[in-house]
């Protein structure tokens, strides 16, 4: 029986779950598609900003639509093939939703971005300016998932401090490996 069709003790059809009563590890999923999301949304503004004489603002705002898109729908098949390689069967429709609910929130990292070469795109900004406030928003964006992942951490603050620097390196490591790839 699905969860929606599920009924209490008394009777009472449940409600469908809130965001606040999912799972410690559906919120944990959900939180890495949007990491992964702001990483690939960096990377294509990161590219756009530097061919940027070659770029329309119309051509940009698609580009990061589409590449955002596409790592959501690229984390929805993966959770699907996962889940049929070590289940050896089909999510179930409640299953099928909750890959939904996780791959989906990714596509929330490029809200404001979006925002931002829109309003380019219709001659409110420059593009050049637009990349770069797209590309702070999501580097923003990862230092304060860093820096709430590390401070909810019981340790030292000597030791957040470090693990904080680390998370920072490695995300810079990420954006300079990703420019590579680009040949930039």
């Given at each position: 029986?699905?969860?929606?069709?599920?009924?209490?003790?008394?009777?009472?059809?449940r409600?469908?779950?809130?965001?606040?009563d999912?799972?410690?590890?559906?919120?944990?999923?959900?939180?890495?598609?949007?990491?992964?999301?702001?990483?690939?949304?960096?990377?294509?503004?990161?590219?756009?900003?530097?061919?940027?004489?070659?770029?329309?603002?119309?051509?940009?705002?698609?580009?990061?639509?589409?590449?955002?898109?596409?790592?959501?729908?690229?984390?929805?098949?993966?959770?699907?093939?996962?889940?049929?390689?070590?289940?050896?069967?089909?999510?179930?429709?409640?299953?099928?939703?909750?890959?939904?609910?996780?791959?989906?929130?990714?596509?929330?990292?490029?809200?404001?971005?979006?925002?931002l070469?829109?309003?380019?795109?219709?001659?409110?900004?420059?593009?050049?300016?637009?990349?770069?406030?797209?590309?702070?928003?999501?580097?923003?964006?990862?230092?304060?998932?860093?820096?709430?992942?590390?401070?909810?951490?019981?340790?030292?603050?000597?030791k957040?401090?470090?693990?904080?620097?680390?998370?920072?390196?490695?995300?810079?490591?990420?954006?300079?490996l990703?420019?590579?790839?680009?040949?930039?």
């Amino acid at each position: 029986m699905n969860e929606a069709a599920a009924s209490d003790a008394a009777g009472r059809p449940r409600r469908r779950p809130r965001r606040t009563d999912r799972s410690v590890d559906e919120q944990a999923e959900a939180l890495k598609e949007r990491v992964y999301a702001t990483f690939t949304g960096l990377a294509i503004v990161l590219v756009q900003h530097a061919n940027v004489e070659h770029v329309s603002a119309t051509r940009a705002t698609l580009t990061l639509l589409v590449g955002i898109v596409a790592i959501t729908a690229a984390g929805f098949v993966a959770d699907i093939v996962a889940h049929l390689a070590v289940h050896a069967a089909f999510p179930e429709r409640d299953e099928l939703g909750r890959m939904l609910r996780i791959s989906g929130s990714a596509i929330a990292s490029a809200g404001v971005p979006l925002i931002l070469l829109a309003l380019a795109a219709f001659g409110v900004f420059e593009l050049e300016g637009a990349l770069r406030a797209a590309s702070i928003v999501y580097l923003v964006t990862l230092g304060l998932i860093g820096y709430v992942a590390v401070r909810r951490t019981r340790a030292p603050w000597w030791k957040q401090l470090l693990g904080l620097g680390a998370l920072v390196a490695l995300g810079l490591a990420v954006v300079v490996l990703q420019q590579l790839a680009h040949g930039h």
